[in-house]
């Protein structure tokens, strides 16, 4: 079940009759997205109202909406690679997708944070390090996209880094940085 929890005092509080492994409010707090096994719900912030967005081939972690609410960007875990991919979904669930598909290695893709509407920062693994790669959209004139996507590699080791967060009121993220030894 999914409960909401009160730090200062008072009791834990059911979202509706939601069940999942992961969960996050959008950004104006009113709906809340559920990953529950391989599918990915979205219902009103009380757990009302909700509707499935789509079913996935596998477990569904690490959800962040955009800062829009348009878009919930997410990890999912292949089992059988012991390994996460990055996937998208609209929050109307009319596109569901993975991302850097084009990245034709065996790396590792994790959930990241926008920095901003645009601008997505993400952890992946290739060529044996794990660092933050910024995934920016196509540039658009209009109703039209012109081009690609593009990424960026943010960081080159020797330290791993993973799991990035926005530090409120700045331009700075935090994330956990890993040595690893021999």
Excluded: C
Excluded at 11 to 31: H, I, K, M, N, T
Excluded at 96 to 121: C, R, Y
Excluded at 172 to 179: A, M, W
């Amino acid at each position: 079940p999914i409960w909401e929890v009160p730090l200062n005092s008072g009791a834990a509080r059911r979202v509706g009759d939601l069940f999942g492994q992961d969960a996050a409010y959008s950004p104006d707090e009113r709906r809340i997205a559920v990953a529950k096994g391989n599918q990915l719900w979205i219902a009103n912030r009380d757990g009302s109202g909700a509707q499935k967005v789509g079913s996935l081939p596998s477990m569904v972690w690490t959800m962040h909406w955009s800062p829009d609410a348009r878009w919930l960007r997410f990890s999912l875990f292949e089992g059988e690679q012991s390994r996460f991919r990055l996937w998208e979904a609209s929050s109307d669930g009319k596109i569901v997708q993975p991302l850097l598909a084009d990245w034709k290695d065996s790396s590792e893709k994790l959930a990241g944070v926008w920095l901003t509407p645009d601008d997505f920062l993400f952890s992946a693994t290739r060529r044996g390090s794990m660092n933050l790669w910024m995934l920016r959209p196509a540039p658009r004139l209009g109703p039209w996209t012109l081009g690609k996507s593009t990424t960026e590699q943010v960081t080159a080791g020797p330290i791993d880094f993973e799991g990035p967060t926005g530090v409120p009121g700045s331009k700075e993220v935090v994330v956990i940085g890993t040595h690893r030894q021999g």
